[in-house]
């Protein structure tokens, strides 16, 4: 059995409201629906939640806070094994979402209740993060990312950066970034994406997602170079709420807890996440 590695994810943590519906609603209007569901997510929470459910040991960094929804989300970590480390200031309620989901187009409409994390939000001590093996951060917090990357640096650990959409201080980083994993819609101001950017920032292997198109991939670590592209087996009529979160906590389990290459790694995550999406929403993680 491989020892467990200790993963730090920084992010959000959401407490989602899902529609399973036909059609969206028009503006103004009342759309009833009688097949909905509540569940728990968020780039961070999820990713530590499949990390932790494949043997790994995780650590959620978040702003959760004290509300009932917050203890919700608490007590969801606990049931997960996930240790929690709360940056709130304050009892006000966590990020919520409602989410809109069409299967025959395997789409979802998101709003998403984003609280703002404030600038004296206290982060953990460097302490607190000693031991952890490598941080998957979904750069959410972002009046707090350039402290968040110098409290890793001074810890010195590894920086996987789950990149879904560009975001204020995301260039520091991607200068201190390890790995990235982008999504399609992860464009830099000057129409830049990751493939791009990873020279500019001197990034060891990058990996561009494109929903069940294939992910392109880049490495230019010291122990292996080359480029090329990874297939993903198309999905129809499926919730693929939250796929991109599943995709990096698998990788980082099969990364760094099961030592994995960084291409073999990416492959296994592919796979997992595709047989998580096939699973029914009820049955889910």
């Not at 932790?52 to 919700?72: D, E, Q, R, Y």
């Not at 992860?186 to 060891?204: R, T």
């Not at 096939?278 to 889910?284: A, G, I, N, Y």
Request: glycine share 6%; net charge negative.
């Amino acid at each position: 059995m491989s020892e467990q590695k200790r993963g730090l994810f920084i992010g959000l943590a959401v407490v989602d409201f899902v529609y399973n519906i036909s059609t969206l609603p028009e503006e103004d209007t009342k759309l009833k629906c009688n097949d909905f569901y509540m569940a728990f997510g968020g780039p961070a929470l999820k990713a530590a939640v499949i990390y932790t459910a494949n043997g790994g040991k995780a650590t959620l960094v978040s702003n959760i806070g004290s509300s009932p929804m917050g203890k919700l989300i608490k007590e969801y970590c606990k049931e997960k094994n996930i240790e929690v480390i709360d940056i709130a200031i304050d009892d006000n309620l966590p990020s919520i979402s409602t989410i809109g989901i069409i299967k025959e187009k395997s789409t979802r409409t998101i709003l998403s209740g984003q609280k703002n994390v404030p600038e004296n939000a206290v982060l953990p001590s460097l302490e607190e993060i000693k031991g952890h093996t490598f941080c998957l951060y979904d750069c959410n917090f972002e009046s707090l990312t350039p402290k968040i990357i110098n409290l890793l640096e001074k810890a010195n650990i590894e920086l996987i950066i789950d990149a879904g959409s560009w975001k204020q201080n995301v260039e520091c980083a991607l200068d201190y970034a390890h790995i990235v994993i982008s999504s399609s819609r992860f464009i830099s101001p000057e129409g830049e994406d990751i493939l791009a950017l990873q020279d500019k920032h001197n990034i060891s292997m990058v990996a561009k997602t494109n929903n069940d198109k294939p992910v392109f991939w880049c490495a230019k670590a010291k122990d292996f170079m080359g480029r090329g592209k990874t297939w993903v087996e198309p999905l129809a009529d499926v919730n693929t709420l939250g796929a991109g979160d599943v995709l990096h906590g698998a990788f980082c389990f099969y990364y760094y807890h099961e030592k994995k290459a960084f291409t073999e790694a990416l492959t296994a995550a592919i796979k997992y996440t595709n047989k998580f999406l096939k699973t029914p929403e009820k049955e889910r993680i």
